[in-house]
C-alpha cells in the first residue's frame, strides 16, 4: 500500500527494450515488476501485460511477442496475469538449468585442432554434471573425436568398452601418431641434410687435384 501511494508521486524507471538476451531477462523483468507495482498496479491484467509486451522489440523477442498476442487474441495462452508473463519470460529467456547447460556443451564439443589429451580432459569437464554415463556418454565421446582416431579404435582387434577405456586408448593412439610423425620428420631431414663430418665426392681419398690413389700430383 505504501508503495502505491508513494509510486504517483515519484519517479519511476521503465525497462529498457528487450531483444530476447538471456543476461538482460533478470534485469528487464525487475525494472517493469517495479513499475508496474508503483505505476499500474490499479489497471486491468491484459493492460498489464500489454504494457509489458510493448517493450519487447527486434531479437527473437519480437516474434515471440507476436506468437503470445495471436494466442493471447485467440484465448489460447495460459497467460492470465503479468506475473504469469513474467515467469514464462523467465522460462523462455533465462538462463538453463547447470544440467541442460552442460547437455548442450556435450552435443557440440568437438576435437577440431586439439590434442586428444586437450579433448578428453575438456570433455570430462563438460561431461560433470551432465547426467549423461556409460553408452550414451561414450557416443558422445566418440561423435566428438577426429575421424582417424574413431575408426582405428573401433576396428581395433578390442575395441574399448567403457568410458574410460575409450579416453586412455584415445589418448595413448594420439600420443604414438605424432611422436611417429615427429620421428619421420627427423628422418627425413637427416636424409636430405647430411651431417658436416661426411667427405664430400671427390676429396683427397679420391684423387682430388689430378692424383690418384689419394696421391697429390703437381
Wanted: contains cysteine.
Amino acid at each position: 500500500m505504501l508503495l502505491q501511494q508513494q509510486g504517483s508521486r515519484v519517479e519511476v524507471a521503465r525497462p529498457q527494450v528487450f531483444s530476447g538476451r538471456m543476461e538482460d531477462v533478470s534485469a528487464f523483468i525487475n525494472v517493469a515488476h517495479i513499475y508496474i507495482r508503483m505505476k499500474m498496479s490499479e489497471e486491468a491484467a491484459t493492460t498489464q501485460v500489454a504494457w509489458v509486451l510493448s517493450y519487447m522489440q527486434g531479437g527473437v523477442a519480437e516474434a515471440w511477442k507476436d506468437n503470445l498476442m495471436d494466442e493471447l487474441a485467440k484465448e489460447e495462452s495460459e497467460v492470465k496475469s503479468v506475473e504469469q508473463l513474467f515467469t514464462k519470460i523467465q522460462n523462455d529467456f533465462g538462463e538453463t538449468s547447470e544440467e541442460e547447460r552442460k547437455i548442450e556443451q556435450l552435443w557440440t564439443i568437438e576435437q577440431e585442432g586439439r590434442t586428444c589429451d586437450e579433448y578428453v580432459q575438456e570433455f570430462k569437464k563438460v561431461a560433470r554434471g551432465s547426467g549423461y554415463e556409460r553408452r550414451p556418454l561414450i557416443k558422445e565421446f566418440k561423435r566428438g573425436l577426429s575421424g582417424v582416431i574413431r575408426r582405428k579404435l573401433a576396428e581395433a582387434e578390442e575395441p574399448p568398452t567403457t568410458i574410460g577405456e575409450w579416453q586412455e586408448r584415445t589418448v595413448g593412439l594420439d600420443r604414438n601418431q605424432r611422436q611417429s610423425r615427429a620421428e619421420e620428420r627427423m628422418l627425413g631431414r637427416n636424409a636430405t641434410c647430411p651431417g658436416e663430418n661426411a667427405q664430400p665426392r671427390g676429396g683427397f681419398g679420391g684423387g682430388s687435384y689430378g692424383g690418384k690413389g689419394g696421391q697429390i700430383t703437381w
